[in-house]
């Protein structure tokens, strides 16, 4: 086989792994959203973060405004200190927004939803989420149950 | 009993003492491959010997694995009524570890006896002593084109066997077993990490492409120069490539994972 056909084989070749590596990054894995632009960070504490876990999605109204980027125990407080980053072009969140920890679907993952609030000031980069609404633990809710069953008969 | 002794000592002396002169061949080896920027014409020849001539029975493999793990997934994602994530199933085992893992092994037994049986019957014909003859080095001119070949073309194979499975994947999942079509894909887009999934697969199959490529240089050029030991040697090859490309990945996913 002459060199030129065994050039434009390896060409080819190459073209098909870019191909292949286009459609691993684009398709397959989460590199989009990687790209995306430059985000500020709050900080809201929690009682019981559950299930949650770092790179959860954080919502509002159902909407995907940006993630969580770390989870921390805080030793002073005795709360779950987490750190979320979100999109910078969603800045008008009030100071009254409730961050609350929703489940998707029954048993899905669970993410931080952010529900605004009817304040004129608006959260800041770094500036903490007061009001806030810890994960459902299942093993208090069946307590709690339990409770008001004995409690009633 | 001393005999035996003696025979037991003698094999792995043996072994430790060729497990040397390979790694003393991979330093020639490495050497020489930075004297390939000179002559890349030698590179392109072997890219297409180990890499283009793989590229069908990587690609239908690929197909095929990806639409038996859809199908396998199914059956039993369905039991939890979790049949949305065969989309993430598919596409995390081959980029982690199917990817990387079956390729090396297709290469190791097309690509790599093929390099074993041309260097081992180079040596049995007396070509490679010519070529000292004429000093030439045949690390720079037979091996060195040879490795950097087989370490560049596994892991491009690994990308295309895994980028094909998943859209094998896709043809049973979506078009003949009914999972939603978005489902499948935005499950796995949530549950595959560019940096820590796809790139490990590619880093697993670098490592996988440099230790074939070794082994199979090494034993063509170590073998005993008559058809036996020619075809000893290629059987060999397949044989330790299978089991380090196994026993690495073994290594790798416990560091990487």
Known sequence: MNSRAIEILVGLFMLLFLA???ILSMKVSNLTSLTSTQGYTLIAKFENVGGLKERASVAASGVRVGEVTNIAYDPETFEASVTLSIDESYASFPMDTTASIYTAGLLGEQY???????????????????LTQSAIVLERLIG?????????? | MSDFLQRFGRVW??????????TLF????????????????????????????????????????GMVLALQAFNTLIDFGQENRVGSLVALTL?????????????????????????????????????????????????????????????????????????????????????????YWSLMQNSVSFTSDVCNGLIKGL??????????????????????????????????????ILGLDFLLTAVMF
């Open chain 1, 112 to 130: 931080i939803g952010l529900d605004p609030g009817a304040e004129d000031d608006v959260l800041q980069d770094s500036d903490e989420i007061t």
């Open chain 1, 144 to 153: 709690q149950v339990l409770f008001s069953r004995s409690g009633g008969s």
């Open chain 1, 20 to 22: 292949a590596m286009f």
């Open chain 2, 95 to 183: 980029v982690r570890e199917l990817g990387p893992v079956v390729t090396g092994l297709l290469f190791a037994g097309r690509a790599g006896s093929a390099m074993t049986a041309e260097i081992g019957l180079m040596k049995a014909t007396e070509q490679l002593s010519g070529l000292e003859m004429m000093a030439v080095d045949p690390f720079k001119r037979v091996f060195a084109p040879r490795f950097l070949a087989g370490v560049i073309a596994l892991p491009m194979l690994a990308a295309m066997f895994s980028a094909i499975g998943v859209l094998g994947g896709h043809l049973i999942g979506v078009e003949v077993l009914g999972v939603d079509k978005g489902a």
């Open chain 2, 13 to 22: 002396l043996g072994m430790v003492e060729r497990l040397g002169r390979a």
């Open chain 2, 26 to 65: 991979l330093a020639q080896l490495v050497g020489g491959v930075f004297s390939l920027i000179k002559r890349p014409s030698l590179l392109w020849k072997q890219l297409h010997a180990s890499g283009v001539m793989t590229l069908s029975i990587v690609l239908v493999s690929g197909l095929f694995v």
């Open chain 2, 207 to 244: 490592v996988f492409g440099f230790v074939v490529s070794w082994i199979a240089i090494f034993e063509g050029a170590d073998c005993i120069p008559t058809s036996e030991g020619v075809s000893s040697a290629t059987t060999r090859t397949v044989v330790y490539s299978s089991l380090a």
